[in-house]
Structure formats: C-alpha cells, structure tokens
Antibody, heavy 120, light 108 residues
Framework: QVQMQESGPGLVKPSQTLSLTCTVS??????????WSWIRQPPGKGLEWIGY???????YYNPSLKSRLTISVDTSKNQFSLKLTSVTAADTAVYYC????????????WGQGTLVTVSS | EIVMTQSPATLSVSPGERATLSCRAS??????LAWYQQKPGQAPRLLIY???TRATGIPARFSGSGSGTEFSLTISSLQSEDFAVYHC??????????FGQGTKVEIK
C-alpha cells in the first residue's frame, strides 16, 4: 500500500519561493508505473492540478503555473518536490501530493495535504 | 483548458434518500471522467473512474454514468458517512487535468 507524506514550511512570505517535498513509502518512485503529482486546494475552493513528474525526470506542468513552477524527483530518497517562485496570497492553499497510475489520468493515492499560507 | 461545472453547489438530502450530482464538461471528453469524495480535513478519495467504474473498495450504492459532456454521480441510499464534498475531474487526452468546483452533500 503506497503512502505519501508532504513536508515543508507552513508559512511563506510574498515574493518568496514555496518549497514542498513528498516522501513515498510502500512502493518505489522508480517503478515506472506512476506519475507523481501535485494538486492544491485554496481554502473553501476546488482542486487545481499543478503538475506531475515521472521517475525519469519528465514533467508536465499546468500552463497557468508553468513560468513559476519546478517539480523534481530524487529516486535515491524516494521523494519528489515542488518549487513555486514569486508567491502571492493567491497561492495560499492545501497542497497535496498524489500518485497517478501512468496513463490512467486518475489519482488513486494521496498524501494528507499540507496547508501553506502566503503572508508577511 | 477544459472547464468542468458541477451542480448543484450544495445538495440537502435525508439519510436513506437518493442523491444525484451533475458534472458538465466544456468540451467532449468521452468517458474520461472521475469522481472523488472529500471529507473535512481529509484528502480526496477516488470513487469512480471511466465515468462509471467503481474504484477498489467503493460500495455499490455509488454509481456513475454519462459520456461526452454530461455526467452524473448517484448515491442510491445515503449513509451517514456519505455526507461530504464530491469533485469531478476530467482526464481527456493530455493534461492539464481539471476539476469541478465541488458539490457538498449535506444532511437535510
């Protein structure tokens, strides 16, 4: 059973960089059968797909965030990470990492989520 | 980008009653649609994929239907644990995947 856990600062100042890491257990990030994804949810709002990474480093980003976004993978630690630059209050959200079975488009495993607040 | 629109925003239902939630896509997506359930303080949980296939462990009272641009999720007899927010998500062809804004099913 795959388990996923987000970690990172809960408070980021405007214009700075938001950095989060997702640690995967119960399965190998290098298995080749998954896309490792980030999704966010502003307080009281709907879900927004951020992007995903394959273990090889291939990425696909949401065009709305692409200019500020980097997703990377560290197979030796079974982790993948998100960096979002030049954040504003609009980036305040619960950030989830999730696993998409490659080719399925659906998110079958999720982390518990972590709230990141952008505020000075 | 494909826009997903869910209705209603809130659905008030009594336990044991039937609930039907709707999701509309801004363009045809075949059956590339999933439904998720989200309870307060929890991550979403995959319920339905391929518009009508239940994910592993999902009770039979949950059913999905539709194709093209119009989809629905039906809960045949609401149990106390079913009161939650339900999200639809399209995954047609290539990302970005997009979600509806959610429907909250509350106790009447």
């Amino acid at each position: 059973q795959v388990q996923m856990q987000e970690s990172g600062p809960g408070l980021v100042k405007p214009s700075q960089t938001l950095s989060l890491t997702c640690t995967v257990s119960g399965g190998s990030i290098s298995s080749g059968d998954s896309y490792w994804s980030w999704i966010r949810q502003p307080p009281g709002k709907g879900l927004e797909w951020i992007g995903y990474i394959y273990y090889s480093g291939h990425t696909y980003y949401n065009p709305s965030l692409k200019s500020r976004l980097t997703i990377s993978v560290d197979t030796s630690k079974n982790q993948f990470s998100l960096k979002l630059t030049s954040v504003t209050a609009a980036d305040t959200a619960v950030y989830y990492c999730a696993r998409e079975q490659r080719g399925s488009g659906t998110l079958g495993y999720w982390g518990q989520g972590t709230l990141v607040t952008v505020s000075s | 980008e494909i826009v997903m629109t869910q209705s209603p925003a809130t659905l008030s239902v009594s336990p044991g009653e039937r609930a039907t939630l709707s999701c509309r896509a801004s363009q045809r997506i075949g059956i590339n649609l999933a439904w998720y359930q989200q309870k307060p303080g929890q991550a979403p949980r995959l319920l339905i994929y391929g518009a009508s296939t239940r994910a592993t462990g999902i009770p039979a009272r949950f059913s999905g239907s539709g194709s093209g641009t119009e989809f629905s999720l039906t809960i045949s007899s609401l149990q106390s644990e079913d009161f939650a927010v339900y999200h639809c998500q399209q995954y047609n062809t290539r990302p970005p995947w997009t979600f509806g804004q959610g429907t909250k099913v509350e106790i009447k």
